[in-house]
């Protein structure tokens, strides 16, 4: 039995609600729009993803840049998302989005609660493959955003490996080379 979700609607109006810019409300849905293009993708090879909470999860994932554009924008967004009640399968993609996860090493090192923000479920997984995909609201080849990662946080940062990992894990389960 599946949660009750909020519609995209309702989801968009929650980030209108909360304060996030225009820019911030279209990457969010051009990153709802490939993520549920790859869930269909992963549908359509059997493999068990709720499309609905993948549509409502993008929508919501960078909730907390209402707030801040800084890495703890995951953190803030689900405190925010759960103090609005919105289910624990929302608050936990939002809180698994960035950088392909955050392991409880880094999460200390950024003064977060100490515990592993890596994305476990397949919805997760792909919300957070698809927004490295997107840049503003523009689809991008991962291999682009790769080479941004290392130029920002250097070659050998975990975040590169992981979102190397997460996006072949998401492409080899959809049976497909490019998820675009």
């Known amino acids: 039995m599946s949660e009750r979700w909020p519609s995209p609607e309702e989801a968009v109006k929650i980030l ?3 304060g996030c810019s225009d820019d911030v409300i279209k990457h969010c849905e051009a990153v ?3 993520a549920v293009k790859i869930a269909r993708k992963c549908l359509e090879r059997g493999v068990n993803v709720d499309i609905q909470l993948v549509h409502v999860g993008a929508l919501l994932h960078d909730i907390g840049r209402a707030k801040t554009h ?8 689900a405190e925010m998302a759960s103090s609005l009640g919105l289910p624990d399968k929302i608050v936990a993609i939002i809180e698994r989005h960035v950088g392909g996860g955050i392991s409880s090493e ?11 923000y890596m994305p476990e479920t397949i919805e997760e997984k792909i919300v957070s493959c698809a927004d490295k995909m997107i840049e503003g609201s523009n689809v991008v080849p991962i291999e ?3 080479r941004r990662f290392k130029e920002e946080l250097g070659a050998d ?15 080899s389960l959809c049976s497909c080379n490019d998820l675009l």
């Open 16 to 18: 209108r609600d909360v």
């Open 32 to 34: 709802a729009r490939l």
């Open 70 to 77: 800084s890495v703890h924008h995951a953190i803030i967004g």
């Open 106 to 116: 880094e999460a200390v090192k950024l003064g977060w609660p100490k515990k592993d």
């Open 144 to 146: 682009e955003t790769i």
């Open 157 to 171: 940062h975990p975040a590169v490996g992981r979102i190397k990992r997460l996006y072949y894990e998401i492409s």
